[in-house]
């Protein structure tokens, strides 16, 4: 086991029926790590106050809560993907520490769920992407579902999970 498969935060299937599939990414990985990296500071803060230094806990606190917190802000976020057949609906939630964000597309316009790899500035950097591709009826011809770190070959499954869904509806709307 390698630290990006340590860090990829595996994809479940929360639901799955002819009408109803729902998928979600919970990062539990990710946010322990930082959190048991958060309170490893501050214990080394409070551990240099009670030592005298408290100067430099005090700017070791200040410093953890601001990087610790875009770290979290970054890392903590729950991506929900429900498709839905009776309700025609494809609903994205993604909930983050700043808010929840909704997006609503017809399941009707949707055609397929495809990955697409974006490499990085280094070496040896890529991330590997899901979007729902559709028509253009709606103006929206893809959308990207942020998965943030999730591990390469559950989205690669979920992709043709999706798209072998989405197929089904589609044969069982033309008989």
Not at 100 to 125: C, D, P, V
Request: include cysteine; glycine fraction near 8%.
């Amino acid at each position: 086991m390698n630290l990006s498969s340590l860090l990829a935060d595996p994809l479940r299937v929360v639901e799955q029926s002819d009408p109803v599939l729902e998928i979600e990414n919970r990062p539990v990985r990710r946010a322990s790590i930082t959190l048991c990296a958060i309170l490893l500071a501050v214990a080394m803060a409070l551990a240099a106050m009670a030592d005298g230094a408290i100067g430099t806990g005090l700017l070791v606190l200040a410093v953890t809560a601001f990087i610790g917190w875009m770290i979290l802000d970054e890392t903590v976020q729950l991506t929900q993907l429900r498709l839905d057949r009776p309700a025609d609906q494809a609903r994205l939630r993604v909930t983050g520490l700043k808010g929840r964000k909704e997006q609503n597309l017809r399941l009707s316009n949707l055609h397929r769920a495809e990955t697409r790899i974006r490499y990085g500035k280094q070496a040896n950097q890529e991330t590997i992407e899901l979007y729902l591709v559709g028509s253009e009826g709606d103006g929206i011809s893809e959308t990207l579902i942020p998965l943030g770190r999730a591990d390469t070959e559950d989205v690669i499954r979920m992709a043709a999970l999706i798209t072998d869904w989405l197929d089904a509806g589609q044969r069982g709307g033309q008989q």
